[in-house]
């Protein structure tokens, strides 16, 4: 069978104030800022993405920073915690630095086989650190982060859920998803090769408040596919199985479908290619506003109205 979903792709997120997203992701977590742009769909609004060295899918953040949006609640229908892995070392570092930037965090907890901790951004939201010592890929070093201490990417999502039976039929039929554990009420499936990245947790409760979108929540996921063939594939099975699915729309970064899934989270299908290099050299990622075309002609006007920030790592 061909591999369709191969992982996630990115998280994208809303938040409030875009420098104090940046302080967090690059800052105190140390995600190197791969692309600094604006919300196609929104242009008064910045697009930020947080990743590895060169924006590997399984790797990718995005916020969409709106000074004035109200808190939302975490609960039933949203993303409530994505879960980024690191170094079984590097659980000692991470629980001193986030005492030294005082974040607030759990204790570690056990799930699975695996520890984490728990902690919220300065927009409440859900962050988890996963140690593992099985995730191969190499972090990188950032400000006072050591690359032996970095996070390496994604680890798992967690889709919370009122009721699960169509979303598992969803994950596991249609985007060759398996089942690889359960426990209390918690079931994990992973994709492609699987491993780190490649995870996604569905948790079922029933007393549950209902999410409500604002800052410090998740507005989609995104899975990860090869190419535009395969993201077709995908679209066209999901036309079958009586989903409402967006045509293809480019993103510069990559090509993309939404739908929602049954809890009535926002999912999309992306394509690993072209990626970030598209629009300025791997060692510049991050550096300038960089903007699609159509949009380039108001490129004063857009820049007057952006909040000016800067990256700093430390």
Do not use: C
């Amino acid at each position: 069978m061909q591999e369709l979903i191969s992982g996630l792709h990115h998280v994208t997120a809303l938040a409030g104030n875009p420098q104090k997203n940046i302080d967090f992701y690059a800052g105190i977590l140390g995600l190197k800022m791969i692309k600094k742009t604006i919300n196609f769909d929104a242009p008064d609004v910045y697009h930020l993405y947080y990743g590895d060295e060169v924006g590997n899918p399984g790797t990718i953040m995005t916020f969409f920073p709106y000074q004035d949006i109200p808190k939302g609640r975490k609960g039933a229908g949203q993303l409530t915690y994505t879960a980024f892995s690191i170094p079984v070392s590097a659980l000692g570092f991470w629980l001193d630095r986030l005492q030294t930037y005082q974040i607030a965090y759990t204790m570690p907890q056990k799930r699975f086989d695996e520890t984490y901790i728990q902690f919220e951004d300065f927009d409440g939201l859900g962050v988890e650190l996963v140690v593992t010592e099985h995730d191969k890929r190499v972090g990188r070093a950032s400000g006072t982060i050591p690359a032996e201490m970095a996070i390496k990417g994604f680890y798992t999502v967690t889709l919370h859920e009122y009721s699960i039976d169509r979303t598992v039929k969803l994950l596991t039929e249609t985007m060759q998803h398996k089942l690889v554990a359960e426990e209390n009420g918690r079931l994990r499936f992973e994709s492609g090769s699987g491993g780190a990245g490649s995870y996604t947790d569905v948790l079922y409760t029933t007393d549950s408040v209902r999410s409500l979108q604002g800052a410090g929540t998740v507005h989609h996921v995104a899975f990860a596919t090869q190419t535009d063939d395969t993201q077709l594939l995908i679209r066209e099975n999901l036309l079958s199985s009586g989903y409402q699915v967006t045509p293809v729309i480019d993103r510069n970064y990559f090509h993309s479908i939404y739908f929602r899934e049954p809890g009535n989270i926002l999912f999309e299908i992306a394509t690993n290619p072209p990626g970030f290099a598209v629009d300025e050299p791997l060692e510049q990622l991050g550096s300038r506003l960089k903007l699609p075309a159509w949009y380039e002609p108001k490129r004063d006007l857009i820049e007057k109205g952006l909040m000016p920030v800067e990256v700093n790592y430390f």
